[in-house]
Every structure is written in structure tokens, then in C-alpha cells.
Nanobody, 116 residues
């Protein structure tokens, strides 16, 4: 069983930064790909960034160059460093994990609001 808990969301002004964390529990975590998704009000959930077991990152075009995803397998935690935030980045951000067998787990989300 895997549990994911996000933290680090909040209110930030445009141009500001936030770092989201996703703390995971479960022995399979270090073997699993992980990622961040977001869902803005009235919109579908969208993929933001992903990171492989060995740390190879990928980003949606909308965040490339501004967001950085990384993981600490020793702490079983994944992070999303968000810089140069824009109002359109406002959303609930979710952590996702997919085990080597294809089982998917989601966190409960953390709210990011970018507003002046």
C-alpha cells in the first residue's frame, strides 16, 4: 500500500516561487515513476511534470523552464520547485505514483493560488 501526502501550497504573488513536496510511504516507492498533475477550477486535470525511477524529468510545455521536478529516494519524497509563477498556474496540485506493475496512486492535493 502506498500513501502520498502533498504539502507546500499557498498564496503567492505573480513572479513568486513555491516548492511543493510529496511525501510517500511504501517500499515500492523508490522503484516507481512519479509525477505532478494539476486541476484548475472548471478544468480537467492536466499533467505538469514527471520523473522516472532513476531521476529523468519531463515537463509540460507550459511549465518548461520555470518548474523543476526532483526526488529524494532516501527520504521517499518528490518535489516540484515552481518559479516565475503566473496566475494561470493556480490550481490544486496532485502527486501521482505508478508502480512497476502499473498500479496508480494519487495524493489528496495541495492548493496553489497565484494572485496579487
Amino acid at each position: 500500500q502506498v500513501q502520498l501526502v502533498e504539502s507546500g501550497g499557498g498564496l503567492v504573488q505573480p513572479g513568486g516561487s513555491l516548492r511543493l513536496s510529496c511525501a510517500a510511504s511504501g517500499t515500492v516507492v523508490s522503484l516507481s515513476a512519479m509525477g505532478w498533475y494539476r486541476q484548475a477550477a472548471g478544468k480537467q486535470r492536466e499533467w505538469v511534470a514527471g520523473i522516472s525511477t532513476w531521476g529523468s524529468p519531463n515537463y509540460a510545455d507550459s511549465v518548461k523552464g520555470r518548474f523543476t521536478i526532483f526526488r529524494d529516494n532516501a527520504k521517499i519524497t518528490m518535489y516540484l520547485q515552481m518559479n516565475s509563477l503566473k496566475p494561470e498556474d493556480s490550481a490544486v496540485y496532485y502527486c501521482k505514483l505508478e508502480t512497476p506493475r502499473g498500479i496508480v496512486y494519487w495524493g489528496t492535493g495541495t492548493l496553489v493560488t497565484v494572485s496579487s
